[in-house]
């Protein structure tokens, strides 16, 4: 892991803007939204962060966790939550994924991937994220509306089929649709469908939200991430395909 140190909002408020509060650690990445009636935590880590994170929580309330989908990097603290009394927010789309990760087998979405995917599949299927409840949602894109939250659900089905992000005062938290893990705005690396992750990139730039927050790398400004967007949008076919 390159990044076992954390970085917090709170470290480097300057940096990312004191609006997104997030947790990174180990090339993941966690944040938190403030609601009326307490705080929602969007994503979880991994086994390792779990200390450092839950630290960063005491400063919180967290009522509900919404997982943008059911890998095991995002949803593996999802039951201590559960534990300290959280609900466990996730698509229906991704209610069989969990502790399943073969279940839906992903594709590398650019070829040079093709070796990191095959490596993913691997430690995928060997981890196994403890078992959590659940609250599964459908189409329903103002549920967190109605839980005190400044916020709306956006289906970014296709790095899983379940895949959504949240949408909240110009910040996307887009989990695996779109990826800042090597430090820089990337394509994330795999896709169930990478025709349908194609399609949530249309969604995201027709959004054209202020900020990306990413499920792996620090936020980043939209402005940053659209060249390349554009750039693969404009080299693939609509299944996601490089067009020769
Ligand atoms: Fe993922």
Known sequence: MRMIYSMTDRLHPAVIGDDILYYAQCDVTCYVIRGERGDMLID?????IWGGMEKWLAGYDIRQVFLTHAHVDHDYNAAKLQRKGARILLSERDSTLRQNFLSQRLKPTIPKYAPRNVLMTIGGGLMRSPAYTADIFGKDRSLLRRMGYDADIVPLPGHTYGSCGVYSNGV???GDAFTALWKRPDICPNAVSPGLMRRSLERIVKLS???LACGHGLPLRFDEA????EEY???TDKDGRLIR
Request: aromatic share 12%.
């Open 226 to 229: 659209y060249p390349v967007i």
């Open 209 to 211: 939200p202020k900020m």
């Open 233 to 235: 949008l404009r080299r």
């Open 172 to 174: 996307l938290y887009c």
């Open 44 to 48: 979880t880590g991994l086994p390792q």
